[in-house]
Nanobody
């Protein structure tokens, strides 16, 4: 069982920045594929970005390219999502995701609200 705990969400003005963190349990974090999804009110959960176990960014949704950056620190069992130039449409609950041995794990989510 892998537990994921997100932090770093909050209220920010459009054009601002936030950095989300996701701390993962387990002694084999360096083998996890990690990523972020988000879900806006009334919408389905959507993929944002993912990163391989060795730090290669594999997929980035077009809506966040050039603004969001994913990274990981395997020594700290943590993955980050740096979000810059935030837009109103980035408002959502952000979920950390891990794939471990073909099993998907999810965090409880952290709310990001972008105001005008």
């Amino acid at each position: 069982q892998v537990q994921l705990v997100e932090s770093g969400g909050g209220l920010v003005q459009a054009g601002g920045s936030l950095r989300l963190s996701c701390a993962a349990s387990g002694r084999t974090f360096s083998s996890y594929v990690m990523g972020w999804f988000r879900q806006a009110p009334g919408k389905e959960r959507e993929f944002v970005v993912s990163i391989t176990n060795i730090g290669t960014v594999t997929n980035v949704d077009d809506s966040v390219k050039g603004r969001f950056t994913i990274s990981r620190d395997n020594a700290k069992n943590t993955v980050y999502l740096q979000m810059n130039s935030l837009k109103l449409e980035d408002t959502a609950m952000y979920y950390c995701w891990a794939k471990v041995l073909r099993v998907d794990y999810w965090g409880q989510g952290t709310q990001v609200t972008v105001s005008s």
